[in-house]
Structure formats: C-alpha cells, structure tokens
C-alpha cells in the first residue's frame, strides 16, 4: 500500500490543514507512516510567522534531498505559508521539491495522488475532516486575512477573508462528533469577523449557536480575536450557551499606544482594558489568554514597561511571548528599521515569562483541594491528561481507558503551567452516559441558565 508522511509546523490552521490533505490521500488508498524515510508521499507544512520557525522548514527540506535522490519516483511537497504567488525561488533553493502549494490550495497534489493511485478524487475538502481525529478537533471557520498588521506576514500568504458557511460547518461537526470527536475548536486568523463576507446576516455568536447543537459535541472553542471584532454578541454567547468554552484568546501585542499605532493594531490600550472588562462583567470565571511581541521597531525601554503594565493589571492565564522578527515583504520590512538588538529582545522576552510564570502560579494555588471538570484527551508519560472549560491542563494517574471522557478530578497540586489530581474514590467508567460522568452536583444553576437562554434574544 501506497503510504504518505505529513511534518506539521506553526499554526492551528497548518494543524487543520493537514488533517484535510491527509483525509484526501487516505481516501485514495494511501496509508500515513510516522517514518517519512518509508512514505512514497512526504509533505512539509510550513510555517514562516518566525524566521526560526522558516529556518526550521529549510532545513526538513535539505535533509530529504537523500531521500528523494534515492527514491526518484517518490513525491515531495512544500505546503503552507512558505510558498508564496511566486515561486521561483523556491524552485531554485529546493530543486528536488515537486510541488510547491498554498496554504488551502493542496488540489494538484491530491490530482496527481488519484491518477496515480486511479482512484476517483472529491474536489471538496473543506468537507474531510480526519478520518480519525483526536477527542479535540480545529475546525477552519474563516481562511485569510484582511488586516495587514505591519509585522505579520499572514495575509500574502493566506489571502483575502472568506468564511465557509454555517450548514458546511455543523455538517462537518456532525461527521467530527460520529468519529469520536467531543470538543471543537473554530479557527480563523481573525476569527470573529467570521461571517461578514457571507451574503446573510451571519456572525461568529451564530456559528456558536449552531454549533451548540450538534449532538455528542461537549465543548466548543474558537481562535484567535481580534480586540477590534470581539463584539458584545460574541461575549454574550459565551456567557450563555452551555458548550461554549469560558476562555478567550485575545491577543493586544503591546500595551504602549505609539508601538500599537505603528504595528497598525485599531485600538488604543485604554479601549483593550475596557474590553477585558465586559468580559470579564459577562463571564465572571473566563480564563482569558494573550499574544505578545516584544522588541518590535523602535520600541523603548518605556514603551516595553507599559506591557508589563497591561500583563500586571489584567493577570492573564497564559500569555504568548514573542521577539519581533523581521518578514521580509512586510509593511515593517518596508518602512521601518529592526532596531532593538537580539539580546534585548531576548532579555525582554524573558522577563514577561518570568512575570506570566509568578501570575499563573498564583492564579491556579487557589485550585489546590477543588474538584474540576475535564474532558480527557490521551495519555501522556504515563499519565491521562485533559484541559478544564477554562483550558487549563490538569494530568491524574489511573489504569482505566478515560479517552474521550468527562470527569472530575480532586486537585491535589498545582503550578504555573499545569495541575495534577486524583480521581475521586467513587468514579468509575460505568458511571459514564456517551462520555459524561453523572454526578448530581454536574449542573449547577449557572449550567441550567446557559441551557435556558436562546441566543437569538441576545442584544
């Protein structure tokens, strides 16, 4: 049998990507394989948010060349944002490269793939999720981006907006969910102008909506906001609907305006800490995390310190740090000098790591002796390990198969990053109905007023 390798760096989205591309070869008769050295099929997904993460690729890349050589007929593919309009380049730096495809834009190589295998290929692969998913899936909602962040190299890759239909979206869910599927994840670069391209009257609240009632789906997430598209129905529907997760991944990049102005991110600090704050007034118990470039243009010593303001003042859950790294064809590339030197950005990024690290320490002691809900995802060294609503990671030991499953969990210690428990002495898998361990303390009376308020009556 015919057998395909996918490498998967960056994103969610190159996540998702590679899911529905592995979905369409294995329909066509291919099997994966974890060694690339026995695939007759390798594809890199590349990412290039990062020169690291680009160097990265390049070097995957370099390291088949034996490989291909020695297997001629075999096929090798560079997917993702690597590859650009143009591709010449490429061609001339990865000579022994067959395919160089866009981010979304795999059909030639799922073509090829069927006539070589002379299977009948389907030319919709928005509708092949994988065939056989985790218990947490990513769902694309919206592909591209219009914003052009200064700094972010993700709209010449990705493409203009376009939002993929709520029926496609609860019919892929629904296929998910008969697969095992318990927890979905909508993705989109900015994933709350979901809807705005499609002809009905639709927003990201809706898709929540929907969503919310796809059978046999436990939880739903979605990433990444934007402070400027995160909108009052959006909040609402959070706070409401019973499966909607209560964490937000909002990313605000800097807390200094003059550094926001220059990345063109369209809001002023002071409107990111008012946002926070109807979140946090709608969803008293939201766990909110954050994206931070540090380093960028030009920023001061003064401007770095009005970030670690904003990290002090709102006590994120988790926070992502990154060093500013230069894209070429960027605005920034263009029109401004990468002035900040690697050490300080370095020893800036540190320091707001060492800073989240003491939040999140603090944030999660007062976990110790409570019990709290998660669905279980896989085992990891040894030990099961599942996220709360509020996506933290908690890990607890036990011999019994609990993939898939809600349960609760005794906190018996805790950290920055993850907490670790016991099951209580009375649970046991015959207790589960579809997954869900009933315990008649499950549904409090803020889970019986999410189930009893429809989103259409939100304002």
């Known amino acids: 049998m015919a ?6 760096v960056g994103c969610q989205m190159n996540k998702a990507d590679s899911d529905r591309l592995g979905s369409a070869l294995e329909d066509l008769g291919y099997e994966f394989t974890n060694d690339a050295e026995q695939a007759d099929m390798v594809i890199l997904n590349s990412c290039v948010v990062r020169q690291g993460a680009e160097d990265k690729v390049a070097a995957r890349l370099n390291s088949l060349q034996g490989w291909k050589r020695n297997n001629p007929n075999n096929t090798l593919t560079l997917m993702g944002c690597m590859v650009g309009p143009k591709t ?8 022994h490269v067959d395919f ?9 190589l799922v073509e090829f ?3 070589r295998q002379g299977v009948p290929c389907s030319t919709d692969l928005d509708l092949l999720p994988p065939t056989q998913p985790q218990v947490s899936a990513y769902v694309p909602v ?5 914003d052009f962040c200064t700094y972010c190299i993700v709209p010449y890759r990705r493409g203009r907006e376009r939002s993929r239909s709520i029926q496609d979206l609860v019919r892929e869910s629904e296929m998910l969910s008969r697969r095992g ?9 900015i994933v709350d102008r979901y809807g705005h391209d499609l002809e009905e009257d639709t927003d ?16 739903v997430r979605f990433l990444t906001s934007h402070p400027r598209d995160m909108s009052q129905r959006i909040i609402d529907a959070v706070a409401h609907l019973e499966k909607a997760c209560e964490w937000i991944n909002l990313p605000f990049q800097s807390g200094d305006n003059a550094i926001l102005n220059a990345m063109r991110r369209p809001y002023r600090i002071e409107d990111y800490l008012s946002l926070v704050e109807r979140i946090r007034d709608a969803i008293p118990d939201v766990a909110l995390s954050t994206d931070v470039i540090v380093g960028f243009c030009g920023e001061t010593e003064e401007q770095f310190e009005n970030t670690i303001a904003v990290l002090e003042k709102i006590r994120f859950d988790t926070v992502f740090v990154a060093a500013y790294s230069t894209r070429t064809g960027t605005i920034a590339d263009r029109k401004f000098q990468d002035d900040i030197p690697v050490k300080e950005k370095l020893r800036r990024k540190k320091i707001i790591e060492e800073l989240q690290e003491r939040i999140a320490t603090e944030k999660n002691a007062p976990l110790l002796g409570e019990r709290v809900e998660i669905l279980v995802e896989k085992k990891q060294k040894e030990k099961w390990m ?6 933290k990671l908690v890990f607890f030991d036990d011999s019994r198969d609990w993939t898939g499953k809600l349960v609760e969990v005794d906190v018996t210690h805790t950290g920055p990053w993850s907490l670790q428990g016991n099951l209580p002495d009375t649970t046991s898998i015959s207790d589960t109905i579809d997954g869900i361990i009933e315990y008649s303390h499950f549904k409090d009376d803020t889970h019986q007023s999410k189930n009893e308020i429809p989103l259409k009556t939100i304002t």
């Open 113 to 115: 793939a069927s006539e």
């Open 181 to 189: 599927v318990k927890e979905i994840t909508l993705l989109g670069q």
């Open 88 to 95: 010449d380049e490429l061609e001339k730096q990865f000579a």
């Open 386 to 391: 599942g996220r709360t609503r509020t996506n």
């Open 142 to 146: 919206i592909h591209g981006c219009d």
């Open 204 to 219: 990201l609240a809706d898709l929540l909506n929907a969503i919310n009632s796809v059978e046999n789906i436990h939880r």
């Open 3 to 8: 057998q395909y390798h996918i490498w998967t």
């Open 100 to 108: 160089f495809l866009r981010p979304q834009e795999f059909m030639p």
